[in-house]
């Protein structure tokens, strides 16, 4: 089992639309977590930090629910510019940073 | 303020050849990352570094990929011979700390062993 997984997609869905990604970690010991988004054959960029208490930056929301060891992304009001792949980032004790596989999403007019 | 630069872009060798790629990290940036990347997966650790002290060597498959950052600054991440297997996308990335901080990538050399 990896230490990160997520669901491959890839997820299609129209402009305006809401979608949801989650992800699972299978070491209780990750403190820290990132949502990370890479664009095709770009590099991996930070889209946000995941709290505890959840956080929130415009049309992005992140959810950490340690008890289930899954964090979540959620898109409100899709746009075309938000196609791309959505890398889910756990951040362990031993400081070793493990990327999930990712979630490729493609939002269509 | 510049962004972590690496070179080549692009490298396409014959297999059993020796190849190196080269990254300078964001200025004041203490922690430096080497990841592999295959295609439709995620970045994969393979070496990081703390100044100039490699703290997490554990994937890097040391037989035939070696790796240094003299001076805690620039890094040269070194392949040899390649194999066709070593065909991915190379990633440097850094970070100002190790614990968690965000990591800033650069855009990447893609190997391709013939």
């Known amino acids: 089992r990896k230490e990160v997984e997520q669901d491959p997609g890839p997820f299609n869905v129209p402009e305006g639309a809401t979608v949801a990604f989650n992800c699972t970690y299978s070491?209780?010991?990750?403190?820290?977590f990132f949502w990370y988004r890479q664009d095709c054959r770009k590099e991996p960029k930070l889209l946000m930090s995941v709290y505890s208490s959840g956080n929130e930056d415009g049309r992005f929301t992140a959810q950490l629910n340690r008890a289930s060891q899954y964090i979540s992304l959620l898109i409100r009001d899709s746009k075309l510019s938000d196609s791309a792949t959505y890398l889910c980032?756990?951040?362990?004790?031993?400081?070793?940073?493990?990327f999930g596989a990712g979630t490729r999403l493609f939002v269509k007019a | 303020e510049a962004g972590v630069v690496q070179s080549p872009r692009y490298k396409i060798i014959e297999k059993k050849q020796p190849v190196a790629f080269w990254c300078n990290p964001i200025?004041?940036?203490?922690?430096l990352y080497w990841y592999l990347q295959n295609l439709g997966q995620g970045p994969e650790l393979l070496i990081r570094y703390e100044n100039e002290e490699a703290v997490d060597d554990s994937q890097l498959p040391k037989d035939r990929f070696s790796a240094e950052r003299l001076k805690g600054v620039d890094s040269t991440l070194k392949i040899q011979p390649a194999e066709l297997g070593d065909s991915a996308v190379y990633l440097c990335a850094s970070s100002f700390g190790g614990k968690g901080d965000t990591q800033y990538f650069g855009p990447g050399t893609r190997l391709t062993v013939l």
């Open positions: 200025s004041g940036h203490n922690t």
């Open positions: 070491n209780s010991a990750s403190q820290s």
């Open positions: 980032v756990a951040y362990t004790g031993g400081f070793k940073t493990i």
